[in-house]
C-alpha cells in the first residue's frame, strides 16, 4: 500500500547519478527494491515536507543525507537494507503526516527497523501513531526540551505536549543552560520516563545503552550535535554531542534487539556548504545501520538457562533481586516484580552499574521505576 504514498529511491536524482566503488552502501542501495517475499533487515525513509518548521530549505535535507550515506562502507551481502525513497509531499501538511501514519503503520507490522532521515522532529508524532503500541517508548536526543513553548512557537518545538499520555519519553543530552529547573520538574510530572543531561550522559555514556535497548523509536534532533562537527543547524550553539558520541548513542540503538526505529530531524543543507553536516548525520545513520548488522537477540525467555544469573539480596526489599548476563553480548537483565507476569518476573534491561549497586545493597533506579510502574 505505501508504494503509492513514496517516490521510490530509484527515481530520486541523488540515487539516479550515483556512482561509487562496489563497497559503497550505495552500490547495493541503489538495486535494492521492496519484494515481500523477501523482508529486509531495515529499510530507509525520507521526507522532503519543510513545512510547520523555522527551517528554510530544508526539504532537500533527507537526499543530502542519503548522498552522503550512500558513500560509505556497505556491509555483508546477509545484511539486507532497502531505500524506500521519499514521502510524497501532501497539498498540505496534514496529508503528508496522514501518509508517514499509513507507512509506518505497515513498517510496524512487519517488525523492521526504520531509519528516518530528513524533516522536523513534529513527524515523530506519526511515526509513533504507526507503531501504535501501549505504553511506546520514545528516547528524544536533543539540547532542550521541545515543551511548555511560546503559543506562536511552531509545531516541531511543542511536539512533546501532543504525545499520548501512555508514551514513556527519555530525554537524552540536554544541557543545563537551555532548561530551567522549573522545566525539568514538570518533564517529570508530565511524562514517565529518565531525564539525562550532556555531562550526565557523558560521564557514563554506556548507561544510556540500556534505555536504547528497550526504545521503539529515537527522535535525533540535530542541534543537539556541537555546531562545530555539525554545521548545518538554524540554533548555532557552539556546545552538544561530539559527532563520536552521536555514533555511539545510534550503534547503541541499532545493537537493540527490538526494532528500533531511528530518525534524524532538522539538518538544514542550506546552513552546509561543504557537506560536512551532511557527512556527520550519515556516520550516525551508518552506525545505527552498523549496530543493526550486528544485534544479537538476547532477551531472556523463559527460565533463561543460557543466561548468568545472580541473586542479590537488597535491604528493604523482601525477595532478592535477580540480575541476569548473557555471555556473548555482555548485556545485564534486571527482574522486578509484576503483577502482569504469572511464571516470570518483569524483565527489565540494566547495566552493570545497576548489579555493583545492588551489591552495595542499594536500590537501583531502574528498579524503583519499573518497579513503581507495575504498582
Known amino acids: ?76 551481502d546477509t545484511f539486507r537494507i532497502v531505500d524506500l525513497g521519499n514521502v510524497i509531499t501532501g497539498k498540505e501538511v496534514t496529508d503528508t503526516y496522514a501518509a508517514v501514519r499509513l507507512i509506518a503503520e505497515e513498517i510496524a507490522s512487519l517488525d523492521i527497523p526504520l531509519l528516518f532521515l530528513g524533516g522536523n522532529q513534529s513527524f515523530t508524532l506519526p511515526l509513533l501513531e504507526g507503531i501504535n503500541k501501549n505504553e511506546a517508548v520514545l528516547t528524544v536526543i536533543d539540547d532542550r526540551i521541545d515543551t511548555l513553548a511560546q503559543e506562536n512557537s511552531v ?143 538476547d532477551v531472556p525467555k523463559d527460565e533463561a538457562i543460557d543466561f548468568m544469573h545472580f541473586i542479590v539480596s537488597i535491604e528493604g526489599i523482601p525477595d532478592p533481586v535477580t540480575f541476569l548476563k548473557h555471555p556473548v553480548s555482555r548485556r545485564w537483565w534486571m527482574e522486578v516484580p509484576s503483577p502482569d507476569c504469572d511464571f516470570f518476573p518483569l524483565r527489565v534491561p540494566c547495566s552493570k552499574k545497576d548489579y555493583r549497586k545492588a551489591c552495595k545493597n542499594e536500590i537501583p533506579d531502574r528498579w524503583w521505576s519499573n518497579f513503581n510502574k507495575s504498582y
Open 1 to 76: 500500500m505505501f508504494k503509492e504514498l513514496i517516490t521510490p529511491a530509484q527515481e530520486l536524482p541523488i540515487v539516479k547519478n550515483y556512482t561509487g566503488d562496489k563497497g559503497h552502501l550505495g552500490t547495493v542501495l541503489k538495486n535494492s527494491f521492496w519484494d515481500e517475499s523477501a523482508l529486509p533487515d531495515v529499510v530507509i525513509l525520507g521526507i522532503t515536507d519543510d513545512r510547520l518548521t523555522n527551517l528554510s530549505a530544508f526539504s532537500d535535507s533527507s537526499d543530502t543525507i542519503r548522498e552522503q550515506l550512500y558513500h560509505l562502507n556497505g556491509f555483508s
Open 155 to 297: 509545531r516541531d518545538d511543542i511536539f512533546l505536549n501532543n504525545l499520548s499520555n501512555e508514551t514513556i519519553v527519555n530525554l537524552m543530552a540536554v544541557q543545563s543552560f537551555f532548561v530551567s529547573a522549573n522545566s525539568k520538574e514538570t518533564f517529570s510530572e508530565e511524562f514517565k520516563g529518565s531525564l539525562f543531561t550532556l555531562g550526565e550522559l557523558r560521564e557514563g555514556i554506556r548507561e544510556m545503552e540500556p534505555y536504547l535497548r528497550e526504545t521503539d523509536l529515537v527522535s535525533f534532533d540535530f542541534g543537539a550535535l556541537k555546531l562545530c562537527e555539525a554545521p548545518g543547524q538554524d540554533r548555532n550553539s557552539p556546545n552538544g554531542l561530539t559527532g563520536e558520541e552521536a555514533c555511539q548513542l545510534a550503534w547503541y540503538a541499532g545493537i537493540s534487539p527490538n526494532p528500533v526505529w531511528f530518525s534524524i530531524f532538522g539538518y538544514n543543507p542550506a546552513k552546509d556548504p561543504d557537506r560536512v553536516g551532511a557527512m556527520t548525520a550519515a556516520q550516525i545513520a551508518w552506525y545505527f545501520l552498523n549496530g543493526k548488522s550486528k544485534k544479537i537477540d
